[in-house]
């Protein structure tokens, strides 16, 4: 008998690779008049104890800082780059030249910009583009002291100045494409001029943390409208104690972390892969899956399910072109894997082994 090779098409048997988990964290910051500059040195104090403890509670973090502010109106937001992604604490400094209006909604579509690299002249730093890590999620730190809406010249704003009313999802619309489309996870710390503030701001952060306070609720928050608790740090000062420190901390470095559920179901409202983003799911039961996980042809997000006994694609599921998906039966907690690309035969040494039959046909008469 000859040897017999045997290749093995079950995804079970697949060569593995893991892939590593951390965050990419935009700590993007209040440079608007409003901050005055022992107040922004406060802040500044403050918000470099987080970025130190984000990159020691994981060595896969990225950190980068964007400063924020306007020189007339929304249209005229602009935003400072300190850093590309980058693993050190850098050293930053107040920049004026972005102006002393604060409109953080128009400000976040400039870091959209930056992330998608598309060129935007109110981008005025040297750095322009903010190319993320391959496999890391992605988290937006905003520390801000800014107003729910107070128009005019150096007005303050952190819904969308152009459409503000209460309540609407056009006043949250680019914070909602963050969540939906990028997979963010928004941590926001502020010291509010007035209750409407806190509660837009909340709006603004993503669920989780120790907020369980008022929360603007809109018909269209990934989060579920009006809901707490909220990653949120309501504060009198720009100082920031030793306990918030860990708790902002936490918020930030949880992101990565991945726990075992009895049942997971992911929907598109909730769960979507962002471009270049990477989630791992486990659950010791089941997965119900009708996300998407999105891509445009390269850097696209990556989805690695594994469950104890079923995962379920659901209508609507869809791991777009240039992403990556896979799923397979696993208990938890366990690392996650993905199959390489190409896949070696499984050579069958073993020896060949004479059968017996009796009667043998061949010298027996069978009756």
Same mark, same amino acid.
């Given at each position: 008998?000859k040897n017999?090779?045997?290749?093995?098409?079950?995804?079970?048997?697949f060569?593995f690779?893991?892939?590593?988990?951390?965050?990419?964290?935009? +700590?993007?910051?209040?440079n608007?008049?409003s901050?005055?500059n022992?107040?922004?040195?406060?802040?500044s104090t403050?918000?470099?104890a987080?970025m130190?403890?984000?990159?020691?509670c994981?060595?896969?973090?990225?950190?980068?800082?964007?400063?924020?502010?306007s020189?007339r109106l929304?249209a005229?937001?602009?935003?400072?780059?300190?850093t590309?992604?980058?693993?050190?604490?850098?050293?930053?400094?107040?920049r004026n030249?972005?102006?002393?209006?604060?409109?953080?909604?128009?400000?976040?579509?400039l870091?959209g910009?930056?992330?998608?690299?598309?060129?935007?002249?109110?981008?005025?730093s040297p750095i322009t583009?903010?190319?993320?890590?391959?496999?890391?999620?992605?988290?937006?730190?905003?520390f801000?002291?800014?107003a729910?809406?107070i128009?005019?010249i150096? /007005?303050?704003?952190?819904?969308?100045?152009?459409s503000?009313?209460?309540?609407t999802?056009?006043?949250?619309?680019?914070y909602?494409? +963050?969540k939906?489309?990028?997979g963010?996870?928004?941590?926001v710390?502020?010291?509010?001029?007035?209750?409407?503030a806190?509660?837009?701001?909340?709006?603004?952060?993503s669920a989780? /943390?120790?907020y369980?306070?008022?929360?603007?609720?809109?018909?269209?928050d990934?989060?579920?409208?009006?809901t707490t608790?909220r990653s949120?740090?309501n504060?009198t000062?720009?100082?920031?104690?030793?306990a918030?420190?860990?708790?902002?901390?936490e918020?930030?470095c949880?992101?990565?972390?991945v726990r075992?559920a009895?049942n997971?179901?992911?929907?598109?409202?909730?769960?979507?892969?962002?471009?270049?983003?990477?989630?791992n799911r486990?659950a010791?039961?089941?997965?119900?899956?009708s996300?998407r996980?999105l891509?445009n042809?390269?850097?696209?997000?990556? /989805?690695?399910?594994h469950?104890?006994?079923?995962?379920?694609?659901?209508?609507?599921?869809h791991s777009?072109r240039?992403?990556?998906?896979?799923?397979?039966?696993q208990?938890?907690?366990?690392d996650?894997?993905g199959?390489?690309?190409?896949l070696e035969?499984?050579?069958d040494?073993?020896k060949?082994?004479?059968?017996?039959?009796f009667p043998?046909?061949?010298s027996t008469?069978?009756?």
């Amino acid at each position: 008998m000859k040897n017999v090779y045997l290749i093995y098409l079950s995804l079970l048997l697949f060569a593995f690779k893991g892939y590593s988990q951390g965050s990419d964290v935009i +700590f993007w910051l209040d440079n608007s008049g409003s901050v005055s500059n022992s107040e922004y040195a406060e802040m500044s104090t403050s918000v470099k104890a987080v970025m130190q403890k984000v990159i020691e509670c994981n060595p896969n973090n990225r950190i980068s800082i964007v400063q924020y502010g306007s020189t007339r109106l929304g249209a005229a937001s602009k935003i400072w780059i300190e850093t590309p992604f980058t693993n050190i604490v850098p050293v930053f400094t107040r920049r004026n030249a972005v102006g002393d209006g604060d409109f953080a909604h128009e400000a976040l579509g400039l870091i959209g910009n930056a992330l998608d690299g598309i060129s935007n002249s109110n981008i005025i730093s040297p750095i322009t583009t903010l190319n993320r890590t391959p496999g890391n999620s992605l988290v937006i730190y905003l520390f801000t002291d800014a107003a729910r809406n107070i128009s005019g010249i150096g /007005g303050s704003f952190i819904v969308n100045s152009s459409s503000s009313g209460f309540g609407t999802d056009a006043a949250f619309q680019n914070y909602t494409a +963050f969540k939906t489309v990028r997979g963010a996870k928004f941590v926001v710390t502020i010291i509010p001029p007035d209750a409407s503030a806190t509660a837009a701001a909340a709006a603004v952060a993503s669920a989780g /943390g120790t907020y369980t306070g008022s929360v603007e609720p809109y018909p269209a928050d990934p989060n579920g409208a009006g809901t707490t608790p909220r990653s949120l740090l309501n504060k009198t000062n720009f100082i920031m104690t030793p306990a918030e420190i860990n708790t902002t901390t936490e918020q930030i470095c949880s992101v990565a972390e991945v726990r075992c559920a009895t049942n997971l179901i992911l929907t598109p409202q909730f769960n979507n892969v962002g471009m270049g983003a990477q989630h791992n799911r486990q659950a010791s039961n089941s997965i119900r899956a009708s996300n998407r996980i999105l891509g445009n042809g390269s850097d696209g997000g990556i /989805g690695i399910y594994h469950a104890g006994n079923t995962i379920v694609l659901r209508s609507g599921f869809h791991s777009m072109r240039g992403s990556r998906f896979r799923a397979y039966i696993q208990n938890c907690p366990s690392d996650f894997v993905g199959r390489e690309a190409s896949l070696e035969p499984v050579k069958d040494n073993g020896k060949e082994e004479k059968i017996s039959l009796f009667p043998n046909p061949s010298s027996t008469s069978v009756t």
